[in-house]
């Protein structure tokens, strides 16, 4: 009798034992997530052809150079959920920022103000964006 109890108490314990590491390592995983660099594209409902461009040569960058130490984010700044990020950010137009968070101090970021200047060399661009990256978010420019 003690053991028809005994065996289905313990697969209990051994289930919740599971579920509670999972639980700690899907928030580590959270907790990460929020405290990595990211990249932030910010459009408009209507994107012309420079707008694509950037959000393209942007991409490849990433890709490239970054992908295993930031995030990269897409965002329509016309959704109702987003509109925080224009006052947030200080947006006028569509816009490169970066957002380098801050250890329980909020974050800091950067718009790359220079994006549009050099939309049409995509050689120039890339360049462009790949120095204020390392030198922003990771203090390797230069």
Not at 43 to 69: A, R, W
Not at 128 to 138: A, H, P, V
């Amino acid at each position: 009798m003690f053991k028809k109890f005994l065996v289905p108490v313990i697969g209990i314990l051994l289930i919740a034992g599971c579920n509670e590491e999972k639980n700690d390592s899907a928030a580590t995983h959270a907790l990460q997530e929020i405290n990595r660099p990211t990249i932030y594209y910010f459009h408009g409902n209507i994107m012309c052809l420079s707008c694509h461009k950037i959000e393209n040569y942007t991409k490849q960058v990433f890709d490239e150079n970054f992908k295993n130490k930031a995030d990269f984010k897409v965002v329509n700044i016309d959704k109702p959920e987003n509109k925080h990020f224009v006052t947030d950010y200080n947006l006028y137009t569509q816009s490169l920022v970066l957002v380098k968070p801050n250890s329980g101090q909020g974050s800091e970021y950067k718009n790359l103000d220079k994006t549009w200047t050099y939309i049409e060399n995509e050689a120039k661009f890339k360049s462009y964006i790949t120095y204020e990256i390392d030198s922003f978010l990771f203090g390797q420019g230069e």
